[in-house]
């Protein structure tokens, strides 16, 4: 496994792990915050899948 592929799959599990904390959070505050971090790095895990994508087809 190349580090990229390290790095996707370590932002999928950031992303999972961030969605169940919000949806456990009783504190609305807690929850808007732990979404919002959800989304970053869904994003950041999106960016780093169409870079593992770029490099294989290079």
């Known amino acids: ?3 990229l592929e ?3 799959e370590r932002f999928e599990t950031l992303t999972a792990e961030c969605e169940l904390i919000a949806k456990l ?3 609305s505050t807690k929850r808007e915050f ?3 971090l959800a989304g970053h ?3 950041l895990a999106n960016e780093t899948r169409r870079a593992v994508a770029t490099k294989a087809a290079a």
Do not use: I
């Open 1 to 3: 496994m190349t580090e």
């Open 6 to 8: 390290d790095r996707l």
């Open 25 to 27: 959070a009783t504190d």
């Open 34 to 36: 732990y979404l919002k």
């Open 41 to 43: 790095y869904y994003e």
